[in-house]
């Protein structure tokens, strides 16, 4: 399984953006498709995941009510729209995939498959 994020950039305070993750490979088997984020200094955190078999979507408290992850299945990519972004948004976005769902979802030491990453950056 092959991922690829983009979407990331430059929006002030209040904006929206909206990322993509567009996977390729033995995709159909993939059950987890999951948005980290990583600041400078600290660890990569969860921000949301969708567990594509019963079509469910999690979140992280800190982006509930702002942030929604959506797909496209014909194309193969979910997509993370961010609304209302706060400079506490700014961060490295990665998408990452696994086979089967965890209920530990939110560690990023159970995914097998990362894409590359994509900068937000918000300013106030």
């Known amino acids: 399984v092959q991922l690829q994020a983009s979407g990331g950039g430059l929006v002030q305070a209040g904006g929206s953006l909206r990322l993509s993750c567009a996977a390729s490979g033995r995709t159909f088997n993939t059950d987890a498709i999951v948005w980290f984020r990583q600041a400078p200094g600290k660890e990569r955190e969860f921000v949301g995941g969708?567990?594509?078999?019963?079509?469910?979507?999690y979140y992280a408290d800190s982006v509930k009510g702002r942030f929604t992850i959506s797909r496209d299945n014909a194309e193969n990519t979910v997509y993370l729209q961010m609304n209302n972004l706060k400079p506490e948004d700014t961060a490295v976005y990665y998408c990452?995939?696994?086979?089967?769902?965890?209920?530990?979802?939110?560690?990023?030491?159970?995914?097998?498959?990362w894409g590359q990453g994509t900068q937000v950056t918000v300013s106030s």
């Open positions: 990452g995939a696994r086979i089967n769902w965890n209920v530990d979802y939110a560690n990023p030491r159970h995914y097998d498959y």
């Open positions: 969708l567990r594509r078999s019963l079509r469910r979507t």
